[in-house]
């Protein structure tokens, strides 16, 4: 069993910065990458950013400049750096963890945190 914990969400004014933090526990095999999804009210989940396995790291081109994906295998984390934000960055933000080999891919999700930017 994979287990996802995010943490470090909350309300922020337009400009401030929040981190996010996803540790990530239980039995990992071949993992692909880990990153970060949000989810705004009435919209889909969208991708943000991802770290994977040979440290590639990729961004969505509407955080690009602003975000910043981290990690620390010692402690099996992955944090989001947010600065810049802006109220149309408020969303539910998902940790995911993919795992996989050839021909297939799991994805595991925390259970969300909440980041609202609103004065």
């Known amino acids: 069993q994979v287990q996802i914990v995010e943490s470090g969400g909350g309300l922020v004014q337009p400009g401030g910065s929040l981190r996010l933090s996803c540790a990530a526990s239980?039995?990992?095999?071949?993992?692909?990458?880990m990153g970060w999804f949000r989810q705004a009210p009435g919209q889909q989940r969208e991708w943000v950013a991802h770290i994977t396995s040979d440290s590639t790291i990729n961004y969505a081109d509407y955080v690009k400049g602003r975000f910043t994906i981290s990690r620390d295998n010692a402690k099996n984390t992955v944090y989001l750096q947010m600065n810049s934000l802006k109220p149309e960055d408020t969303a539910v933000y998902y940790c995911?963890?993919?795992?996989?080999?050839?021909?297939?891919?799991?994805?595991?999700w925390g259970q969300g945190t909440q980041v609202t930017v609103s004065s």
């Open positions: 995911n963890l993919q795992t996989g080999g050839l021909g297939y891919i799991d994805h595991y």
């Open positions: 239980g039995s990992m095999f071949s993992v692909i990458a």
